[in-house]
Structure formats: C-alpha cells, structure tokens
C-alpha cells in the first residue's frame, strides 16, 4: 500500500465529485471540526497530527507516489482501478493530468496551533485550494485526513486526562522536583489495529508523558516535530523482562532466585529495569525471594521494579508497596508520606484505567504513602476505549463527531455560502458551520469562533487563530514537541 497513487487513497465517491460540482467552480474551503462529545464532562478535543499528516502524506507521499513518477504509469493505474470498479465513463482522467501537470499539491491548509485544546463546535482545520480548476481538491483528501488523525487527536487527550490525574495526587504527596511526565507509560503498542495507529497514538500520548514501549513512536516524533532524542527528552523505553525469559530461564535454573540474582548482579548491575514477577506464584516472589535477595537488591545500582501481570491491578500494586516498606523500608518526604528505599518499586502495565488509578493512589495516600512508589501502564484498551457509567465506550471518530464538511464556493467570482443542516438530526450536532470562518480568543480566554463571511467580508484586520501551516506543496508554519507539549500544559504547571 505504500506505493498506491495518492489520488487513490479515499473512498470511492470521492474519485468522480470534481463531475458532480457546480460548473464554474474555483473555490471551495472546507473545515474540520469536532462536532460533539460523546464522554461526559469532557467538551475538549486536543489539535495534533495535522502536521505529520501534512509532511507525510501531502509532501513525502505525494512526491514520491505521483509527481515523481513517471506520467503514463499514473494515468494507466489510476484508469485500470476506477475502469474494473466503478466502470468506464464514469470519472475523469483529465483532472489528474492537469494536477501532474502543475507539479505541486494546489492546496492551502489553515489550523489552530498543535497543542491547543478546542473546545467542541469550533473548526480546527481549513482547507482550500490555490488554483481555480483544483477545487475538487478539497474534500478529496478528507478520507485520508479523517482516518489519520482523528485517533491522534483522541490519544493525546487520553495522554492528557491521565496526566491530570497523575497532577492532582503528586501534587498532594510527591516532592515537586520529582517528573510527573514519568508517572505513567504507554504499553498499547500490540493491541492497536495496525503499525501507523500504534505509531500515532503512542507520540500523541507522549505529549503528557515522556515513558513508551512504542519504538517507532519516537522515530515519528523526531521525524515530524522537530525533536532529537540525543539532545532532548522525546521518550524514553524501559528495561524489563518477560514471562518468556522468566519460563525459560525456571525452567533451566529450577528457581527464580538464581534468575533474579543474575538480572541484578550480572546483567543489569547499574541499569534499573522491571521484572515480570507473576509467572508462577507472585506472593511466594514478593513475600519470599525478594527477601532472599534483599542484599543483593540493596547493593544493585538502580532500581528493581517488580511488576505484576494478572489478577486485580488495584490490589496487586498496592498490596506490593505495603510489602515491600515492610521489607526494604524507605524515608518520609517533605509533604509527610513514605517513600520506598529507593532501590525497589512497584509497577503495573497495561491494564491501568483511569479509574484504576485514581483506585491506586487514593490507596496509597489513604495509607500514608506518596504516589511515585508506583509506575503505572496504560494498555489499548484505555487508549481505544473508556469504562463510564459502567458502560464500555470505544473511541471512534464519532466519539467527538469528526468531519470535514465545505461550507464556502465561488462559482465564477461570485461567493456562495454552504451549509447542512438536517431537520432528522434532531440533537442538531451535524448542523455544520456556512461561509468563512474565523476561530479566536474571547476575553474570557475561550476558545471561540463565528462564521458567515465570504473573501470581501472576512475581517482581515483580526486575529484568526486559524493560521497557515501548508500552502502549495510545501509546510510554512511547524511546530516542535517542546513546543507542543508546553503549549498544553501551560496552564497546569508545565510538562
């Protein structure tokens, strides 16, 4: 698939619109926008992804998958597909002609800068052509801008609405020169639906936290956001084990002991790492090894996270921390709560909701103990689905009513305002915005925007914090992670 025309990456019925528009048409603008909320108290959608769809797709692919290549070879597959498809006669080949023919994508996309989060209703992205015989344009690339980035914009709010609660209980009982960006850690990767969603969601997730099992995530961001993991913190990785090496490794040695005694003495003497510890009988680990082992753990330079795998997460993780104080004891921290021996932790991946981790740390801070005992694993489940009102509710691009919807023409110079508004949608959330729009700041600091302008009413002379960021084949405004992440959590201390 990554050879396949561009042009050809859309539903079927976007192949013969340029036919079905009015004749004469030279301008069309459309916008994406996040039309509703599906999940209570939550009316706020985060803009990412715009600017790797845009390089990736836009640039890189429409270069190397159409203007780069060979004319004829483009003509003969795009005719091959539709002709076998939807039957000769019924699309133009002409229009694609033309379009090799300029050289560059015709296009023009304005958007709300990466980072900001919107609250629903309010267009986040506008998209117009350049040049008047490409209006078709358009709305032919919003198959392939819906499916790329509605999934990043919904992950880097996950990212963000576990961020908040990581905030709130560090604020009460973890010393504040301790990173909250290390608290929690995406393990998604192997439960997504394909490599690219893995790739998105985890960088949209890495907005709020700097912990990932995602390899290519961070490869995307530096590729994409103007970040270098050799000189900045992008993301980092974990050290840890799994029940394959433990099994093997028992199934060798005849014990755990010897396999634990060799991951601190031999192989990790000054790395921290984690160690799946649930193969057989975790109790029997915690409350028996980790006490044969105590030297050697209080000897090993680093840190020895024990990790539980099965069972009810709340329980498993908390019950540890009280375990192992008992064991390895700790200190207290300035804000009165007990912080384990710093050679020793707990943590839990995959399977933390939100729900499970406010569970965790109102546990531990009901018992006297600071919050950054515990590392903390979110799993694809939470970054596709979320538990409310004991209902499961998967995330979809209808979870914030996401489309892209053209709402201004010019047919022959002459401004035209367009506009849906179906009389069944009686909830009134497909009702799209009519004419130019124009988003900005109210005094209040909200997010806001009004439309019904056309290219002579349009108040230049005001802010519209729609601002370019692609214009005929090329990007003229980018944003870097550094700067994305702290222009989300301005208002919450920081990242």
């Not at 560090?170 to 893995?198: C, H, K, P, T």
């Not at 439309?451 to 009413?457: A, E, I, L, N, R």
């Amino acid at each position: 698939m990554n050879t396949t025309l561009p042009l050809l990456l859309c539903d079927f019925y976007k192949t013969v619109h340029s036919e079905q528009y009015p004749k004469g048409v030279t301008k069309l603008v459309s916008y994406f926008t996040p039309r509703m909320s599906r999940i209570e108290n939550e009316d706020k959608l985060i803009v990412f992804g715009v600017q790797a769809f845009i390089k990736q797709y836009l640039i890189e692919y429409f270069n190397e998958n159409f203007f780069q290549k060979d004319k004829n070879d483009i003509l003969e597959e795009y005719n091959r597909i539709l002709t076998y498809t939807l039957g000769e006669g019924t699309y133009q080949e002409e229009k694609i002609s033309k379009l090799y023919e300029l050289g560059y994508l015709p296009l023009e996309i304005k958007a709300i800068a990466e980072g900001t989060r919107v609250p629903v209703k309010v267009p986040m992205i506008e998209i117009s052509n350049t040049h008047p015989e490409f209006a078709w344009l358009v709305n032919t690339i919003e198959t392939l801008m819906s499916c790329s980035l509605w999934h990043s914009m919904i992950s880097a709010n996950v990212g963000y609405n576990y961020r908040m609660i990581v905030n709130k209980y560090y604020q009460i009982s973890v010393e504040d020169n301790i990173s909250r960006a290390r608290a929690l850690g995406d393990f998604s990767m192997r439960g997504q639906e394909s490599l690219e969603s893995a790739t998105r969601s985890s960088a949209a997730f890495c907005l709020s936290f700097l912990n990932t099992a995602t390899v290519p995530s961070i490869l995307f961001l530096e590729h994409y956001y103007n970040c270098d993991c050799t000189k900045e913190p992008v993301a980092f990785g974990s050290i840890s084990t799994e029940h394959s090496v433990m099994c093997s490794n028992t199934a060798v040695d005849g014990d755990e002991i010897t396999m634990l005694r060799r991951l601190l003495n031999e192989i990790y003497p000054n790395h921290s790492f984690s160690m799946v510890s649930d193969s057989y009988d975790y109790w029997n680990l915690v409350n028996h090894i980790l006490v044969e082992c105590k030297e050697d753990i209080l000897n090993h330079n680093g840190t020895l996270l024990i990790r539980g795998d099965s069972g009810d997460p709340v329980k498993i993780i908390t019950e540890t921390v009280f375990r192992l104080w008992d064991i390895f004891g700790g200190s207290m921290n300035s804000k009165g709560y007990k912080v384990l021996d710093p050679h020793i932790k707990a943590i839990y991946g995959d399977s933390i909701t939100p729900q499970r981790a406010v569970e965790i740390f109102d546990i531990l801070i009901q018992h006297g103990f600071s919050c950054n005992n515990v590392a903390l694993g979110v799993g694809s489940f939470s970054m596709q689905c979320l538990e409310q009102d004991d209902k499961l509710n998967p995330f979809t691009r209808d979870t914030f009513g996401i489309a892209v919807k053209a709402t201004y023409a010019e047919i022959e110079n002459t401004p035209y305002m367009i506009f849906k508004n179906p009389k069944t949608d009686t909830a009134k959330f497909k009702k799209s915005q009519q004419g130019l729009c124009r988003v900005f700041l109210e005094e209040s600091g909200k997010i806001s925007y009004e439309d019904g302008f056309d290219k002579y009413t349009f108040p230049k002379d005001k802010v519209n914090l729609l601002e370019t960021v692609f214009k005929n084949g090329k990007m003229v405004k980018e944003y870097s992670l550094s700067e994305i992440r702290n222009r989300l959590h301005a208002k919450t201390g920081g990242f």
